[in-house]
């Protein structure tokens, strides 16, 4: 299968190489994509059998960024992925777009968590201007939308959920789903290669508190490391963020139903962990 990916980053380097790895032919490109003529001509240059897009602005040092730069973010989160499905549509090609679960705020409907097609309830810049997209994408044939949250990695980076949480001297202790990233990645794969349509929850099964993650890196990492732990509220009244953070459990129903398993979070944050402590000593070696 020939894939085209936009603006592969972090996350979307990753999945290239699994791609690439799988024997799929991948090209990764780099346009303005609220620019529609851009975006026709590289499908029409490359001809995909789907396409992936990975881009969008989360901000830097992060999503606070988004609240004093709406503009950027919104055309970068809202616009640019209605162009690209634009341009799919017209072609008939296969379209999975990475989008978030930070979307949902708080208790579900449902106690096992927010479904796939529940309306959402953002309220920071950035989650709303994502949740914007999916409210038109979910109405077009041939796109899939895939929600992660919070991505954990064996990898050392700064978008890494190990890296930020460790960085932080206060830190707030909430449940909430994650995505370990060698998951997400075989999730979206799946996505691509059965051409799923409508939204997927991409979260490992079950849920995770900075309490464990600190717990694991504490044992397996770093022994040494120390934190204060303060209240959701805390974090907004203490200065840390402009906007209070989602935290939420989610159901990721429709990718099993698709025959994609997500691991169990207690199985695979483990394996995540010990393999993120050998990473770290080889780069400190």
Not at 89 to 110: A, K
Not at 115 to 138: G, Q, V, W
Not at 246 to 262: A, D, H, P, Y
Request: hydrophobic share 40%; proline share 5%.
């Amino acid at each position: 299968m020939k894939i085209l990916v936009f603006s592969p980053g972090y996350l979307g380097g990753k999945i290239v190489d699994a791609l690439c790895d799988r024997k799929h032919e991948v090209v990764p490109v780099k346009v303005e994509i609220t620019n529609l003529a851009a975006v026709s001509a590289a499908l029409d240059e490359h001809r995909p059998d789907a396409v992936l897009n990975c881009a969008g602005k989360k901000g830097t040092p992060n999503v606070d960024w988004c609240e004093t730069h709406q503009i950027e973010t919104m055309r970068s989160n809202t616009i640019g992925p209605l162009v690209i499905a634009e341009a799919c549509v017209d072609r008939g090609i296969h379209l999975t777009h990475l989008g978030t679960g930070c979307i949902f705020y708080g208790q579900s409907p449902d106690p096992k968590g927010w479904k796939e097609d529940d309306h959402a309830n953002p309220s920071a810049m950035y989650t709303r201007s994502k949740y914007a997209a999916d409210l038109i994408l979910t109405r077009l044939p041939n796109i899939a939308i895939v929600r992660l949250r919070m991505p954990i990695d064996e990898v050392p980076d700064p978008g890494n959920l190990i890296n930020k949480v460790m960085s932080y001297p206060k830190i707030i202790d909430v449940e909430n789903s994650v995505t370990v990233v060698s998951d997400l990645i075989n999730a979206v794969i799946g996505v691509i290669e059965k051409k799923g349509t409508g939204v997927f929850h991409a979260v490992n099964e079950g849920t995770m508190k900075h309490r464990d993650l600190i717990a694991l890196y504490e044992e397996l990492v770093d022994p040494s490391h120390t934190n204060e732990w303060i209240s959701s509220d805390d974090l907004v009244k203490l200065g840390l963020a402009t906007k209070g953070r989602s935290n939420c459990i989610m159901q990721n129903n429709r990718l099993k139903e698709i025959g994609v398993e997500m691991r169990p979070i207690s199985v695979a944050l483990r394996d995540c962990l010990e393999k993120y402590a050998e990473n770290l000593k080889n780069i400190k070696d």
